[in-house]
């Protein structure tokens, strides 16, 4: 079936909801909150994503009815096969334990809006993006023009700005907290711009980072400039898990640089050099009060009960400690950050993979490592690309920030990087169409 014009006008509406929504999702956290401490209705107001992702789905299976190729696309795909499995995981673990009392209706609801929001955007690209350019050709301005304002703004906030500037716009005990510090050292406070906090800016500044290095490499007066923003404000997050990510993405980076096929070679020889020199370095500053306080968070003078390294410590092993014990899961919402809205205790493993096999268990948690691993292929496949290129290196240390935090649970991060995958694995199913509505496009953007 040829799409019509309406089809055509119809997918490029929906690719500028798209591009809308991942321009504003950097600055999501600061602006509904503010809203919100005007007007009250946090959840309601956090929720314009999903809202809108919902009056998009009709438009979205209207388009992929409407081409024979697309559907046999996504018909074909295992990637969205796998997809349909968790969502029916979702669905049935999340009723079983509804009925059977572990989870109440709020945190189910919570659990589904942050385990599936992100899949759910990923296949909304890959279908918008199948019919409009528009997406593909503006990228880059929708990654980086926005990042540009959250790096200003987190080098004011930390040179320029009072510690609790974030106040003024509703940030709180009841919301966001107005700063962070690193175990409750007041001088160590943690940059966070206007994302939910430190180690969400971390993450976040990953995928920036790669970007920024792949996109400006040749360059160099314009690379170093941004780089040594970048690198200040991810310093002074002092997320160390987005640290160590950003090495391992540099290595890939690396590797990807050495010549146009990609040299795993150099990349393991460039990570073990420069995971031996970061060694050698922070074993000769062991006694620096400076490294103890960022890297080891070992100091004397912190004023918390329990040090972040041993609550993480504890909670990764209470996490990997419930999937043994309980290897088909309890149930989504009984673990994550919707497990704060339960009725009993929440369960926070620091651990996405980890959470998400405590709530869907290890068929649920080798599903969804699947998905990743499918994507991260295809992603492979099309490395020549830049898109592809910059979202496989990132998913390197993306990856390693979930092995320690909820990274995917993030909205900003979730969001943006899945639906930057949309745009990079949108199938070439269309190329006919796209040269005989070329004009109508072009007028369009």
Do not use: C
């Amino acid at each position: 079936m040829k799409p019509s014009i309406f089809d055509i006008k119809l997918a490029q509406a929906l690719s500028w909801v798209v591009g809308g929504i991942l321009v504003l999702l950097p600055f999501h956290a600061l602006a509904t909150t503010w809203m919100a401490s005007n007007v009250g209705h946090y959840d309601l107001i956090r929720a314009w994503k999903e809202v809108l992702l919902i009056l998009a789905l009709p438009a979205v299976l209207w388009l992929t009815w409407r081409s024979s190729k697309l559907r046999r696309y996504l018909f074909n795909s295992w990637t969205v096969r796998l997809l349909a499995i968790y969502i029916a995981l979702h669905l049935v673990l999340g009723l079983y334990a509804l009925q059977t009392g572990v989870v109440n209706i709020e945190s189910l609801i919570y659990s589904y809006t942050v385990n599936l929001r992100f899949l759910g955007f990923f296949v909304m690209v890959l279908v918008s993006a199948s019919y409009s350019s528009i997406l593909s050709r503006n990228w880059t301005k929708i990654l980086l023009f926005p990042a540009t304002i959250v790096v200003i703004f987190g080098i004011a906030q930390k040179f320029l700005l009072p510690y609790d500037f974030l106040r003024h716009f509703g940030y709180g005990l009841n919301t966001i907290p107005a700063y962070q510090t690193v175990d409750s050292q007041f001088e160590l406070r943690r940059v966070q711009s206007t994302l939910r906090g430190a180690n969400p800016l971390g993450a976040y500044l990953l995928l920036v980072t790669s970007a920024y290095v792949v996109i400006v490499r040749k360059n160099r007066t314009k690379l170093l400039f941004g780089l040594a923003a970048l690198l200040t404000i991810l310093f002074y997050s002092y997320s160390r898990s987005a640290w160590l990510g950003l090495v391992l993405s540099l290595s890939f980076f690396a590797g990807f640089s050495a010549s146009r096929r990609f040299n795993l070679g150099r990349m393991v020889f460039v990570y073990i050099a420069t995971a031996l020199l970061v060694g050698v370095g922070l074993y000769a500053l062991r006694y620096n009060n400076t490294v103890q306080d960022t890297v080891f968070h070992t100091s004397s003078e912190s004023t918390s009960e329990q040090s972040s390294n041993e609550v993480r410590a504890q909670a990764l092993k209470q996490g990997a400690s419930d999937i043994v014990s309980e290897p088909l899961g309890r149930g989504p919402g009984t673990a994550g950050p919707a497990s704060f809205r339960n009725d009993s205790l929440p369960r926070i493993s620091e651990n996405y993979y980890f959470q998400i096999g405590q709530e869907l268990g290890v068929a649920g948690m080798l599903v969804f490592i699947a998905i990743n691993l499918l994507v991260a292929r295809q992603l492979w496949e099309k490395r020549s690309q830049q898109l592809a290129k910059i979202l496989l290196i990132s998913l390197a240390g993306i990856t390693v920030v979930n092995l320690v935090s909820h990274a995917w649970a993030d909205d900003t991060l979730s969001y943006i990087w899945w639906g930057l995958a949309g745009i990079a694995l949108t199938p070439a199913i269309l190329t006919d169409r796209h040269k005989q509505n070329g004009k109508a496009n072009k007028s369009q953007t």
